[in-house]
């Protein structure tokens, strides 16, 4: 049973400060890992890939991975309100598979 | 403007009627996806299909769900006879998967619900 594993929070951010996000993952046989955002009512919303160990940063987001512990984390620099949201970590065996999902983590960044 | 298009949005039905619920990927894309969420559960795969055809479907249930991808612009997810449990918010994604990268991008969801 492939399971990826999140801190349900929620997580309490002043704005301006770096919000970082955690999860885990069961499968050591998952190549691709996904954040996505997902306001309330609204459907994900992808914001970073990452596939390989080591870091990926795209604007205020990093996205890191340590296969070894598989682990994937997600740092968001500069966190402001319109940031507050649940963060879903996925991962993917790869190819044309579906994604585990987290149950996600609740973020609120406090003006 | 390239998105996943999903219809109805929100749908209301009585137990044991049945619900179809329809899937337009993003142009290009050949892997469609059907996921449902729940509160309890969170985000579930249902089903897949790769240039139509389908890959997986082993996280549906089989005597009540069905889905389909009649052509390339279409996929359908089908309960029949719907049931209370059912209640959900049902999303669609597309993707085109190549090697480990799959990226998957989500319509906006069918919210159901069954009295």
């Known amino acids: 049973q492939k399971e990826v594993e999140q801190n349900s929070g929620p997580l309490s951010v002043p704005e301006g400060a770096i919000a970082s996000l955690n999860c885990t993952y069961s499968d050591r046989g998952s190549q691709s890992f996904f954040w ?30 340590n296969k070894a512990s598989q682990y994937v984390s997600l740092l968001i620099r500069d966190s402001q309100p319109s940031d507050s949201a649940t963060y879903l970590c996925a991962a993917s065996g790869g190819g044309a598979d579906g994604l585990t999902f987290g149950k996600g983590t609740h973020l609120i960044i406090q003006p | 403007d390239a998105r996943v298009t999903q219809t109805p949005r929100h749908k209301v039905t009585e137990m044991g009627q049945e619900v179809t619920m329809r899937c337009q990927p993003i142009l290009g894309h050949n892997t469609v996806f059907w996921y449902r969420q729940t509160m309890m559960q969170g985000l579930e795969l249902l089903a897949y299909f790769r240039n139509r055809a389908p890959l997986d479907d082993s996280g549906m249930p089989k005597d009540r769900f069905s889905a389909e991808m009649p052509d390339a612009t279409l996929a359908t997810l089908k309960i029949q006879p719907s049931e209370p449990r059912d209640s959900a918010v049902y999303f669609c994604a597309s993707g085109t998967p190549l090697g480990p990268y799959n990226e998957q991008f989500f319509g906006p969801g069918t919210r159901l619900t069954v009295l």
């Open chain 1, 36 to 65: 996505y955002r997902q306001y309330s009512g609204k459907s994900p919303e992808l914001i970073m890939s990452i596939y390989s160990n080591g870091d990926k940063e795209d604007g205020r987001f990093t996205a890191q991975l």
